[in-house]
């Protein structure tokens, strides 16, 4: 039998010139993330897409694949068969159910489909003829017309498709259709989460980390590095920006007043992570921030962070409980590498009490003191580095 996958997408609103580029950009999605598991002919046909292996390749590594692109709402394993006639399609019928379940204790429906519309019978013939037939084959199935456990999907088009099984999809919408934008990924657990929620709308994405070597570890690098492959099972080629941070972080150290010192940094952070946004035309950033969550992320310190950004900044988890976004996270599966003990950079230099309610105008006095930063600024983009990761 012929194997191959019927993808299902969704999100039908679109329509005219988005719907092409839409669907064009889900089967380039689909198209290079099967090229590293082996050889896949990729069409798409009368509003939906097949995908058909070349060579033997066990169908749960497929659907493995496929369950993490964005786009897809269902995953149906099918059989394909070139001729359509109806005695041949009866007896794969039979076949097919007989390799795809062990147990005839079910109740089913046939669904039929035909896209030809000069075939000797209608849908609801077809439907009706096979049902039967099943029925005799596997006299301990029942037919349950309005809630059945099996649905037995017939579609008759150029090809034949039979199949019954409707794998869940992630949703969403392909990456590359929406933009790029840049997360500022740290090696917690909240930055992944909010990359991957965005990047689920179709925004392809680039990462900034910014790096206190020594105080931070090669092996936080590490882990950050971990964190973008494991968010890029998802996205595709994530380029991650690691900006050297360390004079900056030891010359607000000395120049400003301790408990400032976060969001001085932050807003730091903010403006070197547009900076490099605009280098590599990203049109937003995205942190992981939520509010209140923090000191540094109560309503007042997230709005004088916020005030040095000229892009908009998508922060997809402001209204997320801790807990929603630890489920999230390990749903996605960046929860275990999220909890390794390695220091970040905001851990090392925070103080005992910083601000909680910082105002604008007494961090941009304290800015004041900070001459040297632009250059500073300019030298970190200059050294920074960048790293190609994909899964
Ligand atoms: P996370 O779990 O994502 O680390 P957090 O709760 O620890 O978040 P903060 O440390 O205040 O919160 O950071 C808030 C956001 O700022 C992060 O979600 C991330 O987007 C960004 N950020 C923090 N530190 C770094 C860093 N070293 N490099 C890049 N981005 C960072
Ligand atoms: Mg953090």
């Avoid at 066990?58 to 659907?63: N, Q, S, T």
């Avoid at 009490?353 to 200059?382: D, G, Y």
Wanted: net charge positive.
């Amino acid at each position: 039998m012929k194997k191959a996958f019927l993808v299902k997408y969704g999100e039908i609103a679109i329509k005219g010139k988005n719907r092409y580029l839409f669907e064009n950009t889900l089967v380039d999605q689909i198209k290079g993330r099967l090229s590293k598991i082996g050889a896949f002919k990729v069409t798409k046909e009368q509003g939906r897409i097949y995908v058909e292996p070349l060579e033997t390749i066990h169908e749960d590594e497929i659907i493995n694949v496929l369950k993490n692109i964005f786009g897809l709402i269902g995953i149906c394993p099918v059989i394909v068969l070139d001729s359509s006639d109806f005695e041949h399609i009866k007896e794969m019928a039979i076949a097919y159910l007989k390799e795809e379940y062990k147990q005839f204790d079910f109740t089913f429906k046939v669904e039929a489909k035909r896209a030809i519309k000069t075939y000797p019978l209608n849908s609801m013939e077809i439907a009706k003829e096979v049902g039967s037939y099943v029925l005799d084959q596997f006299p301990t199935l029942k037919v349950d017309v309005h809630k059945p456990q099996v649905k037995l999907w017939i579609e008759i088009r150029n090809k034949t498709y039979i199949y019954s099984k409707i794998i869940k999809g992630l949703g969403g919408m392909p990456v590359g259709s929406n933009g790029k934008a840049m997360l500022l990924l740290s090696g917690g657990i909240d930055s992944p989460v909010a990359g991957w929620m965005i990047a689920k709308r179709g925004v392809k994405l680039d990462a900034v980390y910014f790096h206190s070597h020594p105080y931070t570890t090669d092996r936080a690098k590490d882990k950050v590095i971990e964190l973008a492959r494991l968010v890029s099972v998802y996205t595709g080629k994530i380029n991650l920006h690691i900006v050297p941070f360390t004079e900056i972080q030891l010359y607000i150290y000395e120049k400003c007043p301790h408990e400032q010192l976060t969001i001085i940094m932050r807003r730091i952070m903010m403006r070197i992570s547009e900076i490099i946004a605009y280098k590599n035309d990203a049109l937003a950033l995205i942190t992981g921030e939520s509010i209140g969550q923090v000191a540094s992320q109560t309503l007042q310190s997230l709005v004088t962070t916020n005030d040095v950004c000229t892009m908009p900044v998508f922060r997809p988890l402001i209204g997320f409980d801790k807990q929603d976004i630890v489920n999230i996270s390990e749903k996605i599966g960046t929860y275990e590498t999220s909890i390794l003990p390695y220091e970040d950079c905001c851990t090392i230099f925070v103080a005992k009490h910083p601000v909680t309610k910082p105002t604008l105008k007494s961090i941009e006095r304290s800015e004041e003191r900070l001459v040297q930063m632009e250059e500073m600024i300019e030298k970190a983009v200059k050294d920074t580095e960048v790293i190609g990761i994909r899964a």
